[in-house]
């Protein structure tokens, strides 16, 4: 894919709006605007007082950048009432902790053409009582990952904002409760009440595909949701628009279908190979059957399977990946205690993950379990790890190739012990010998 192809929207010219205030993550965040795949026309920065000095940043980018300094402090509504100026039909916000992956813009564009919609990288869905009950859709930050499989309508969209300037309006027909809480519910309720205009977290699953917005600066003492009555007010602000007419969306479609369900183990596999149905049919004959199977492939036609079962959990990509990638997007999606890998070429013992899990259950300082075959390690498709653990340790590096196996294996003694044990969990042959640990 051909970068910076403003050619093409040649119709759709995009304003991004960042705003500095106490951070200054400012040149990074211009670096990745200026790297998109679509190009916003132009750049607005917005600095509120003179907490951190930018001049040096903006100078560097005075050919790129419309700068202007408020003397005082509009709050975190205030970059949302100045797009009454901008003359684009698109808008783009960014919070001062964000930076947009590369895709992030044209696929945010594309999306809110297709859906009519405002689209945000990260969205929220609210039960009926309010606040108290939250689930996270998109890529996670503080939370635990959990990549969009498919584009999702959320009740509100969080730390960056896609748009059609016309729909500034609605945002701006209601006086705010708080001046610096909630205009992110504000701008979604506003537009779904006066403009039945929706708010949606696009399909996510491969980052350099989707090109989802990363947060990195979240937990600093600047972020707001560290304040005090930060949520007390923002349950304010929710049953305000609910007193109005504002649908939750768990109040319609209803709770379960939305729920996190977790479960002991999940069993990550790349199907790689088309003839994978030996592997998987290991898998669903496990003596332990608290587990659901995520299967990662670019296209599951052709792969065959005797019969479906509500343990399989399909997620397909629309590009040929690498292994490494596979592996990464299933765990990011995995919801399991525990995280056991697999692949496609091996068929697993009948009780391996009964055996695995009581391993890890008993030995609390392991934070991963594999096996080594004719003393080689085969720790890929063998191991099974902490999930919180994997995610701390950010997965497998796709940009080193084969070497990902020994460096995952390397971050992980950092946190904890590993054990690595005989073969007794997998085997490439169709009939394993069983070894008991």
């Not at 200054?24 to 605007?33: F, I, M, R, W």
């Not at 859709?137 to 990549?147: A, K, L, N």
């Not at 609605?170 to 537009?191: Q, V």
């Not at 065959?304 to 592996?327: A, F, P």
Request: charged share 25%; glycine share 6%; with cysteine.
């Amino acid at each position: 894919m051909e970068k910076n192809r403003v050619e093409e929207y040649t119709l759709d010219v995009i304003t991004a709006i960042l705003t500095v205030w106490k951070r200054n993550h400012l040149e990074e965040q211009l670096q990745a605007l200026l790297g998109q795949t679509v190009v916003p026309s132009h750049i607005w920065i917005q600095q509120s007082q003179h907490h951190v000095d930018v001049s040096v940043i903006v100078d560097k980018y005075k050919d790129r950048v419309c700068y202007s300094c408020w003397e005082n402090n509009p709050g975190v509504f205030g970059r949302f009432e100045s797009v009454i100026q901008v003359e684009t039909p698109y808008i783009f916000i960014i919070d001062d902790d964000m930076i947009p992956g590369e895709m992030f813009i044209e696929n945010a564009l594309s999306t809110c053409k297709r859906l009519n919609a405002i689209i945000s990288p990260h969205g929220r869905l609210l039960s009926s009582d309010a606040c108290q009950t939250k689930i996270f859709v998109g890529d996670g930050y503080q939370f635990q990952h959990s990549f969009c499989l498919e584009d999702t309508e959320v009740d509100f969209g969080n730390n960056a904002w896609f748009f059609k300037k016309e729909w500034i309006s609605y945002f701006l027909s209601k006086t705010p409760l708080y001046r610096n809480n909630g205009e992110d519910i504000h701008f979604s309720a506003m537009c779904k009440l006066l403009g039945n205009i929706p708010t949606y977290v696009p399909r996510q699953i491969v980052p350099v595909e989707s090109g989802n917005v990363k947060r990195y600066y979240s937990a600093d003492e600047h972020a707001l949701h560290l304040k005090p009555l930060f949520n007390k007010e923002r349950i304010d602000v929710v049953e305000r628009f609910r007193n109005i007419g504002w649908h939750l969306r768990l109040e319609k479609k209803g709770v379960e279908q939305w729920e996190d369900r977790s479960c002991a183990i999940s069993v990550v596999m790349a199907v790689i190979e088309k003839d994978a149905g030996m592997a998987i049919q290991s898998i669903l004959q496990q003596t332990w059957v608290d587990f659901e199977l995520i299967l990662v492939c670019t296209d599951k036609r052709g792969i065959s399977l005797n019969g479906e079962d509500k343990r399989i959990r399909w997620v397909e990509t629309k590009e040929e990946l690498s292994k490494y990638v596979l592996l990464n997007i299933g765990c990011g999606v995995a919801k399991g205690k525990y995280i056991c890998m697999m692949e496609s070429g091996y068929v697993s013992f009948p009780d391996r993950l009964q055996s695995q899990y009581e391993f890890m259950e008993e030995e609390q300082e392991v934070v991963a379990v594999g096996a080594t075959l004719d003393g080689e390690n085969l720790f890929l498709p063998t191991v099974i790890v902490r999930r919180d653990v994997l995610h701390r340790v950010k997965y497998y590096d796709e940009s080193i190739g084969n070497l990902a196996e020994n460096d995952l294996l390397y971050r992980l003694l950092q946190v904890g012990s590993i054990v690595l044990f005989e073969n007794v969990f997998v085997s490439k042959t169709e009939q394993p010998i069983k070894v008991n640990l």
